[in-house]
């Protein structure tokens, strides 16, 4: 007998779809020109059915940004829960996760992370309006960095806000530029944000 849906499991099927289709329609067109018709016509899905989710565009945009940086927890939660050190090796790994993981996903991506930037930089109000959600993306953000260090019994040398605020903003830049040109910039820094940790 085929399992029947629950009407959570539809909402959440439905907003995965539409956070597939925000994902890819804002990668090809950028934020700012990317429309809501745009996304529900991609994901097969009416405007209302986006409205349903998410009262703007700019949280959509935070929806699928949010759920990129799970998947990098995820990514590097899964490297550091097996180590018990970050030497050479772990180092090693966690740049080829990132490094893939920035693949995966394409430099339009990561160029698209400069482009809502920039959008906040000229639109205060919207800026505003999404304050709340990018503090909660840094606080998850480091309680995992203040988790991971406490597991590995180290101390951090800076703030662990501090060192989130640094990863996002370094983090698409260090893929774009790796991308524009030709270099890997993973490792080095890896090293760097490694740095900022006092091993035992």
Not at 29 to 41: E, R, V, Y
């Amino acid at each position: 007998m085929p399992e029947r849906w629950t009407r959570e499991r539809r909402l959440e099927h439905t907003r995965s779809l539409l956070l597939d289709a925000a994902e890819d329609v804002f990668a090809e067109k950028g934020f700012a020109p990317a429309t809501l018709d745009d996304i529900a016509h991609a994901a097969g899905y009416t405007k209302g059915a986006i409205y349903k989710h998410f009262a703007t565009k700019e949280e959509l945009f935070l929806a699928v940004s949010d759920r990129y940086w799970r998947r990098y927890f995820d990514n590097f939660a899964e490297v550091m829960a097996a180590a018990d050190q970050v030497g050479a090796r772990e180092r090693d790994e966690i740049a080829a996760r990132w490094r893939q993981l920035s693949h995966d996903r394409g430099a339009e991506h990561a160029a698209l992370g400069h482009e809502f930037t920039l959008y906040l930089l000229r639109n205060p109000d919207a800026r505003e309006r999404v304050a709340g959600k990018r503090s909660e993306v840094v606080d998850r953000l480091a309680a995992f960095i203040v988790e991971g260090v406490d597991r590995l019994g180290g101390t951090l040398t800076i703030p662990a806000t501090s060192f989130a605020q640094v990863l996002i903003a370094t983090s698409d830049a260090i893929v774009l530029s790796s991308e524009l040109d030709g270099i890997d910039l993973y490792r080095p820094i890896v090293d760097m944000y490694t740095s900022a940790i006092k091993l035992p």
